[in-house]
């Protein structure tokens, strides 16, 4: 299962974004899809993540500036960002579980990042 992350880029403080990711390849079904992040000199953590049903969990932090959303028909998940904020520079990370269609197992994919970089 391949992920293609898109969407970062140079934005000022205080501006907003939208990522997206779309997941491709031999998928039945997706179970959670999720944004991590890890800025330099950090570990990754958690921003967002959102199950088939619809649940969220936040980063407590983020939550009123971040919303995770997906579009189930096209196995995609978006993460729109507002007031962002020199302290959000980092690459972010998609990432998708589910299971397979052709072999009945399971998977848990990350894409390639992209860089989100706020500038003060």
């Known amino acids: 299962v391949q992920l293609q992350a898109s969407g970062g880029g140079l934005v000022q403080d205080g501006g907003s974004l939208r990522l997206s990711c779309v997941a491709s390849?031999?998928?039945?079904?997706?179970?959670?899809m999720g944004w991590y992040r890890q800025a330099p000199g950090k570990q990754r953590e958690l921003v967002a993540v959102?199950?088939?049903?619809?649940?969220?969990n936040y980063q407590t932090s983020l939550k009123g500036r971040f919303t995770i959303s997906t579009d189930n028909t096209q196995n995609t998940v978006y993460l729109q960002m507002n007031s962002l904020n020199p302290e959000d520079t980092a690459v972010y990370y998609c990432?998708?579980?589910?299971?397979?269609?052709?072999?009945?197992?399971?998977?848990?994919?990350w894409g390639q990042g992209t860089l989100v970089t706020v500038s003060s």
């Open positions: 990432n998708v579980q589910g299971r397979r269609a052709e072999i009945r197992s399971d998977f848990d994919s």
């Open positions: 390849g031999d998928i039945f079904r997706i179970n959670i």
């Open positions: 959102i199950t088939k049903a619809g649940n969220t």
